[in-house]
């Protein structure tokens, strides 16, 4: 228990003190994010094209997959190679699926208008304001970085304080316990000793 404790008390004064950091520097430590995704993509091109080098004898697709592996390595390495790039293309792909589902909820919007759906409407606004915040984020990308940066510090920060919590409340439990096993322990002096 006491391994347990050290350990989450360690960790939660690691996490808050990372998730001060990340606040104080959101978009610096945005972008060493995104050099890991980019990392992360480069493993995956280099073990997809691994993959698609020895299943071209036996698959007829694995040309595809080869070609495919090769644009996850070039991808990789160019978001290895600039970490602006790497974060701005992260944006970009986030921005462009906000609005891809804005725009899809506001198309299902009017297929439930027609199912005869009342609320179709709020599925309509969510859409649009989806759409909305896509292309707002598309247009200004060092604000979605210093954003996503900052809710990424608040996340650890949380993690943080809740590993505290969880620390103070195996204490008491530990406590507890101690105290439990000590009682039963006195009751079972005093049986012996009546005997």
Known sequence: MKRVNTYLLITALLMIVLG???ILNPVDIFNSMSWLVGLLILCTGVTALFFGVRAQRYLPNAGSTTLLAVFQIVVGLMMLGSNYLAATAIVAVFALWV?????????????????GYER???ML???????????????????????MGVLLGIGIFANGIERIVAFSALKRIGNTIRDIKESRDAINIDDLQNR
């Open 20 to 22: 001060v950091v990340c």
């Open 120 to 122: 179709w409407w709020i």
């Open 99 to 115: 609005m891809f589902e804005g725009i899809s909820l506001a198309v299902l919007s009017f297929d439930y208008k027609r199912s």
């Open 125 to 147: 606004i969510l859409g649009s304001c989806s759409l909305i915040l896509g292309f707002l984020a598309l247009r200004n990308p060092e604000e979605v970085k210093v954003l």
